[in-house]
C-alpha cells in the first residue's frame, strides 16, 4: 500500500468519513472506554493551526473496488511543525496492523521533517496500547509521563460541588467567561500565565503566554470546532487574575471535555482558588452543555495538590499518557539507512 501526502482541506467527504471510521477502529481497540469521534468539524480539526504552524498529512489506501469506488483509509499520519520541532500523530487500521505500515508511515513523515530542517520529533503515546512497543522499537525514548484521569459527571456529588464553588477567600470572585475571552482580560489572563511558566509544573498542553497569542490560540480551537469555557478568579484589590481554569469541549466528541490549563498565581495560593474554579465549571457546563458526560484531565504525577483536588472533585485515574522524543538524523538513518 502506498503512502500519499493528502490536504485535509481538499479532501472529498467520503475520505474524510473513512478515516472517522478508521480513528473510531483505532479508539474501540485502544481505548474503548473512549467516546467515538463524530463527523462535525473534523475537517477543521485536521486543518486548522495556529499562526506560523504548519500540519503536513499523508494517507495510505486500500485499493478500488471493482466498480471504481474508492478503498478505505487504512492508515494515516500527520506532523505539526512548530517551534524547533515536529509533533507526529500516527494512525493504523487494526484489521492492517503489524504488517509495516506504521513504521511506513513514520518513515515518510520524518523524511519531510528532516528535509524542512527540524531537530527533533514528539509524539504523545497512550499507556498499555501498541503505540508504547512500536514507538520504542523506532529508537523513541520516553521524556514525560502523566496520568490521565476522567470525571464520571453522573457520579458527581452536585451539592458538595456548589458548596466547593462558594468556598473562595474574601476579596476574591469568580468569573464565568463561555466561549473565550472578553478583550479587556487577554492582558491579566496572558500574566496569569505567563507567571506559572517560570513555575514549570510540568503540565503537558502548550500554554500562551501574551495576549495576541492567547487570542490566536483561542481562534484556533474555535476554527478546529473546539468550543473554549474558561472560569476566572479576580482579586478585587487589584482587579488580577488570581487563577483561571480551562476545559475544551470539541465538537468531535462533545460528550467527553478536555480539561486544559488550570493555574493559580502563585501569590494568590492557600485560598481555595484551584477547587472553587474547578466546581464552578463543572457546574457551569452541566447547564451549558446538555450532551457532556465526562471530563477528562491529564496531570503530572509530582503534582500532588492538583491530583487531591481532582480526587476530590470525583476524577478517577485512568491511565499513563507519554511523551516520547527521537532525534530526527537518527530516526531517517534507521528507516532510510541508504540515505
Ligand atoms: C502504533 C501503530 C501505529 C503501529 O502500527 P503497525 O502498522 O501495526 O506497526 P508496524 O507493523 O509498522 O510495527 C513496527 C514494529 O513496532 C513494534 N510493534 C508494533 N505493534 C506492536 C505490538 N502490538 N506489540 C509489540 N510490538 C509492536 C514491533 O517491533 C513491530 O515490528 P515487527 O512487527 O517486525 O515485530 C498502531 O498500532 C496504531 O495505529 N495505534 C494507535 C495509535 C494512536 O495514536 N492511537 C491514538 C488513540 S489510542
Not at 291 to 310: D, G, I, P, S, Y
Amino acid at each position: 500500500m502506498k503512502v500519499r501526502e493528502w490536504d485535509p482541506r481538499t479532501a472529498s467527504s467520503a475520505e474524510i468519513a473513512s478515516l472517522l471510521d478508521t480513528l473510531n477502529a483505532v479508539l474501540a481497540a485502544d481505548l474503548p472506554q473512549d467516546p467515538p469521534w463524530r463527523e462535525s468539524s473534523l475537517r477543521e480539526y485536521l486543518s486548522e493551526v495556529m499562526p506560523g504552524e504548519r500540519r503536513i498529512s499523508w494517507v495510505t489506501q486500500a485499493d478500488p473496488a471493482p466498480d471504481g469506488t474508492p478503498g478505505a483509509i487504512l492508515g494515516h499520519v500527520n506532523v505539526l511543525l512548530l517551534g524547533g520541532i515536529g509533533v507526529l500523530e500516527v494512525l493504523v487500521h487494526p484489521t492492517v496492523r503489524r504488517s509495516r505500515l506504521g513504521r511506513e508511515l513514520v518513515r515518510v513523515a520524518a523524511r519531510r521533517v528532516w528535509d524542512e530542517g527540524f531537530q527533533s520529533i514528539g509524539v504523545e503515546v497512550v499507556g498499555d496500547t501498541p503505540a508504547v512497543a512500536f514507538y520504542e522499537s523506532l529508537g523513541f525514548a520516553r521524556e514525560y509521563v502523566e496520568t490521565r484521569s476522567v470525571l464520571d459527571l453522573g457520579a458527581v456529588d452536585w451539592p458538595a460541588l456548589t458548596e466547593m464553588a462558594g468556598g473562595i477567600g474574601a476579596g476574591y470572585h469568580l468569573e464565568f467567561c463561555p466561549g473565550g475571552l472578553p478583550d479587556d482580560l487577554l492582558e491579566a489572563y496572558a500574566r496569569a500565565k505567563a507567571e506559572v511558566r517560570d513555575v514549570d509544573d510540568g503540565e503537558l498542553r502548550p500554554s500562551s503566554y501574551d495576549p495576541q497569542r492567547l487570542r490566536d490560540s483561542l481562534d484556533t480551537l474555535r476554527r478546529r470546532g473546539m468550543k473554549p469555557y474558561i472560569v476566572l478568579a479576580r482579586h478585587e484589590q487589584t482587579g488580577e487574575v488570581a487563577g483561571l481554569t480551562e476545559v475544551v469541549v470539541p465538537a468531535q466528541h462533545p460528550t467527553r471535555a478536555d480539561q486544559y490549563d488550570t493555574i493559580v498565581v502563585r501569590d494568590h495560593r492557600g485560598y481555595g482558588i484551584d477547587r472553587a474554579i474547578k466546581a464552578r465549571m463543572l457546574l457551569e457546563l452541566r447547564s451549558a452543555e446538555l450532551e457532556l458526560a465526562e471530563v477528562q484531565t491529564w496531570n503530572a504525577q509530582a503534582n500532588e495538590a492538583m491530583l487531591k483536588v481532582n480526587a476530590e472533585l470525583g476524577y478517577r485515574p485512568d491511565r499513563d499518557w507519554c511523551e516520547y522524543g527521537v532525534d530526527v538524523a537518527e530516526l531517517v538513518h534507521r528507516l532510510d539507512p541508504h540515505r
